[in-house]
């Protein structure tokens, strides 16, 4: 299994950045995938998630209406588009393989991590 994210960068608050995670070695169209994040001294925390059979989504309370989860199966790969970003958005995101086709935002759940992509936002 390899997950890899990219599209990470620096970008000013109210900006707009999409990032990437691209998927290999496992069945991509039956599982669901997450992306987390993780700022400077603070615990992993899940951001959103995208199911496999019916693509339902999951945001976190903090992302909800800025940031946009989707799923290219042909291409193994999965989309988090964040609009309206703040100081606060900036982490490292990474994407991660749960073990079914649901969700889950708890990054204790998930069994599969790829290395992250910074992101930074200036005020």
């Known amino acids: 299994v390899q997950l890899q994210a990219s599209g990470g960068g620096l970008v000013q608050s109210g900006g707009s950045l999409r990032v990437s995670c691209a998927a290999s070695g496992f069945a991509f169209d039956y599982y669901a995938i997450g992306w987390f994040r993780q700022a400077p001294g603070k615990e992993r925390e899940g951001v959103s998630c995208?199911?496999?059979?019916?693509?339902?989504?999951y945001y976190a309370d903090s992302v909800k209406g800025r940031f946009t989860i989707d799923r290219d199966d042909a291409k193994n790969t999965v989309y988090l588009q964040m609009n309206s970003l703040k100081p606060e958005d900036t982490a490292v995101y990474y994407c991660a393989l749960g073990p079914s086709k649901w969700c889950s935002l708890f990054a204790k759940d998930m069994d599969y991590w790829g290395k992250g992509t910074q992101v930074t936002v200036s005020s």
């Open positions: 995208i199911s496999s059979s019916d693509r339902s989504t």
